[in-house]
């Protein structure tokens, strides 16, 4: 027989999408720090120490060579183990927050990396023949143009955190998307109905995303720098 969704269900369904919605902006917003954080020493050898350097590699290394669920789940038991008194949603937030954080932060530091490199060392000598020290080449000439160029590759990485996001099932404590529909698939028995809805929300979250972000890279596009988009012929 059919099961019409609960009241109960349906605070729950609301609360994942809040949560998702607070954990993506919290990531969104420390993330890019960590990874421009990371990106400057490894992409100019003269404005960071070679230590920074090789913790700045090393971090990316491991963020790299290992899988996400990987990470999820070292964090979370990492987080019993040494946190064991707290409440159990409140670990699996904290793992989370942790993990998605740190992974997003390696690839972020690698994009920000590639579009520094992308800005011609030329633009960089001539600030500073003009006076401008190392870090104000790189505020004023090398940054403004750099974070247009890496919008693009950001967008993609902040909607692939977004739906990876949905390892956090794992974190049985979270009340996450995916186990919002995975709880109520074993409930209802209705497995294609639950999951079907949960691909529908997450498309209803990434597609304006995506769609907004490509007009702002057209918009800010900076001309004869990175690729450009083809243009039309006119008749």
Sequence with gaps: MDQPLRDDDCVLHRDGNWLRARLGSFRSDVAPRKGHGGATPRSRCRCGRRKSRRTADAYVAIIRGTP??????????AVIVFYPRLDPLLQGLLS??????????????????AGIQT??????????????????AMRYIVLPQAVRLVIPPLTNEYIGLLKASSLLAVVGSVPELTTFGRSEAFQTFHIFEAFALVVGIYLLITFPVSKVVEWIERRYRVPGLGIQAPRTARV
């Design 68 to 77: 996400l669920f990987v990470q999820i789940v070292f964090v979370w038991s």
């Design 96 to 113: 989370g927050v942790i993990a998605l954080t740190a992974n997003t932060g390696g690839y972020q530091s690698e994009i920000f990396r």
């Design 119 to 136: 800005v011609q060392s030329g633009q960089v000598e001539a600030a500073r023949a003009i006076g401008l020290s190392r870090w104000g």
